[in-house]
């Protein structure tokens, strides 16, 4: 596996996302969002990426007292998920939700903040290690299969995540049915430090 393949969906992850513009409407016909009803997990579908012949899955969960989030995304070396090929793991706690704003559809917006626990990247494979050491990801040549390495605070290609303890700022969209929950894109920002976009992926309980 080509190491452009794992930046590709790193960016996909953490970094990137078509979003949809955020509408400064205050058109709002449903509740805030709550402690309650983010607690639990959240489970996006299987997205494949025919080009690179690859698929990601991401779980989002919410402790019981939403105070704290793991965001699980696996990547897989098929288009199904099935074949696991590498993990990439965020854990932020002290969250707090903030104000709530809606888009003109009555989607509830709810900024967030938080701070950032941890983010690691653990290969599932031998192939992928020697990638990631043939190409000192992030830096390191000490990848393993099965290992969980930080990432938290490096630069990884054209990446530079967040470290450990720093603020992390964003948005949860809710349906107006409360069907679903989307994330704020966190590489387009506004000036308030808040996602101006939202990811498309949506998390379903």
């Known amino acids: 596996m080509k190491i452009y393949l794992i930046l590709l969906t790193l960016i996909i992850f953490l970094s990137t996302g078509c979003g949809d513009n955020l509408s400064t409407s205050t058109k709002d016909e449903s509740v805030s969002v709550t402690t309650d009803f983010l607690a639990g997990t959240w489970t996006a579908e299987c997205v494949d990426n025919t080009t690179a012949s690859t698929s990601t899955k991401t779980v989002l969960v919410f402790s019981a007292a939403a105070d704290n989030l ?11 998920c099935v074949t696991q090929n590498f993990v990439i793991r965020k ?5 707090s939700l903030g104000s709530k704003s809606t888009t003109a559809q009555n989607q509830i917006m709810t900024k967030y903040t938080a701070v950032v626990s941890n983010i690691t990247l653990e290969p599932k494979t031998s192939d992928t290690a020697t990638s990631l050491n043939t190409d000192s990801y ?35 969209q809710v349906s107006s049915e409360k069907t679903f929950i989307r994330l704020g894109n966190t590489t387009n920002l506004g000036s308030n430090g808040y996602p101006k976009t939202l990811y498309k992926e949506e998390y379903y309980k």
């Open 91 to 95: 854990t932020m706690n002290t969250l």
């Open 138 to 172: 992030c830096g390191s040549t000490g990848w393993s299969s099965g290992a969980q390495t930080s990432i938290a605070g490096l630069t990884c290609g054209s990446i530079t995540y967040k470290a450990q303890n720093a603020e992390y700022s964003d948005l949860i």
């Open 70 to 80: 793991s965001s699980t995304s696996t990547n897989y070396s098929d288009l199904n």
